[in-house]
């Protein structure tokens, strides 16, 4: 048993210091490695097995909306990089520079991409000509590297991988219409999928997307009440088009400008996931991310027939469209059950010969650690309904803890009070002024999350300067 505990005593816990607990979970859980190369990780098989599946999640509700894949290279020509003055500004803090080719310099320096919109426009540019050419609803699945100076595994890495949209419209109106889809497709994956309930918004000028004429952004509540921005989609009106030439005929014949947008979402949802839905145990997957749904965890697995009855459930249990494995290493049960709840693995089941005779097995929920006897004869079925049940509760679960941490504030004295003493959203009204949003960054080290597409009146003055309030904000501290 000391083996046992020793396991499990080894991550921090998060009451006590958060941010080692996130450390310390996606190590032991062997989700990441740290590299030679500050700020880059490899993402071990557990933590790949969760990209893949968000990955696959995310490109079936893509393609059902007529999203084609494509792939670009890694490198921008920097003379390609500066066409639009706001994206090149925006972006040139933290771009990384490919200065030789073997021995020789570069005629003209490379940029590893930080994000593809110049390498779209350029392609769109020459793919472009005439109003059958439209719409054009590329994505791409790749990694991007951002100099970033502080980096955590995940949340701020200097390479992650995410997908990259970008596409091309004849009107307006249809750029704004696929912008929105997006962001709406990505808020349900992250509610039905990732368990992870989301606030929809459009970001302020000031946290706007460098380029963009308009960002919308779903924001999600950590478990130490601090936000994460999850997914983004970004209307580019025409400014990229007019500044790399993307210009088609349309039906009378005239020339017109094109209308862009781009969305993305990244490695940073599998540190939502952990920040979300995690505990002192380690991980807690939901189960329709989780890469494993199931353990049967044998006991006394040398006796007799234990392990062919476990192997015969694993058989049952797949067929039932059941991610489910046997963990038949010769670790003690109790050092199985503390690696299951370390990595998070929604369900166990444990099965020793005196439930074989039973006719019975003992199965248990990562997340309340309920446990239920279940017959033999109608496990598959069980453990289906308990993932279905642990799924729902889940998103529950985040959403009253989100509920429970989001403030109301009227006036700038008890806005800062709420920011500095308890951690979460805190919805207060806004000028539209971007000095405001600089004070309350300055004074609290808060920023505007998002303008919700759910407004509220909470009253008519902005809580910073007392001017006439144009929008109801979510403020909050980031990661
Ligand atoms: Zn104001």
Known sequence: MAKDKKFVKEITSMEEDF???????????????????KGCMVIKPAGYAIWENIQHELDRRFKETGVENVYLPMFIPESLLQKEKDHVEGFAPEVAWVTHGGMEPLQERLCVRPTSETLFCDLYSKEIHSHRDLP?????????????????????????????GHTAHATA?????????????????????????????????????????????????????????????????DGFAKAFGIQYTDKENKLQYVHQTSWGMTTRMIGALIMVHGDNSGLVLPPRIA??????????????????????????????????????????????????????IPVRIECGPKDIEANQAVVVRRDTREKVTVSLDELAQKVGEILETMQGEMLERARAHRDAHTYVATDYESFKETINEKPGFVKAMWCGCRE???????????????????????????VVCGKPAKKMVYWGRAY
């Open 136 to 164: 054009k609803v590329y994505n791409q699945w790749c990694s991007v590297v951002r100099w970033e100076k502080t980096t955590r595994p995940f949340l701020r890495s200097r390479e992650f991988l995410w997908q990259e």
């Open 436 to 462: 405001c949003e600089d004070k309350v960054k300055e004074d609290v080290q808060a920023t505007a999350r998002c303008m919700p597409f759910e407004q509220e009146n909470l009253s008519d003055k902005c």
């Open 19 to 37: 941010a080692q607990w996130y450390t310390d979970v996606v190590k032991k859980a062997e989700l990441i490695d740290y590299t030679s190369v």
């Open 173 to 237: 109106e249809e750029a704004e219409e696929r912008t929105i889809q997006m962001l709406n497709i990505y808020a349900d994956f992250c509610e039905e999928v990732l368990a992870i309930p989301v606030i929809k918004g459009q970001k302020t000028e000031k946290e706007k997307f460098a380029g963009a004429e308009a960002t919308y952004t779903i924001e999600s509540l950590m478990h130490d009440g601090k936000a994460l921005q999850s997914g983004t989609s970004h209307n580019f009106g």
């Open 291 to 344: 890469p494993v749904q199931a353990v049967i965890i044998p006991i006394q697995q040398r006796k007799e027939g234990v392990l062919e009855t476990a192997q015969r459930l694993e058989a049952q249990l797949k067929e039932a469209g059941i991610r489910v494995k046997t963990d038949e290493t010769d670790k003690s049960p109790g050092f199985k059950f503390a690696e299951q709840e370390m990595r998070g």
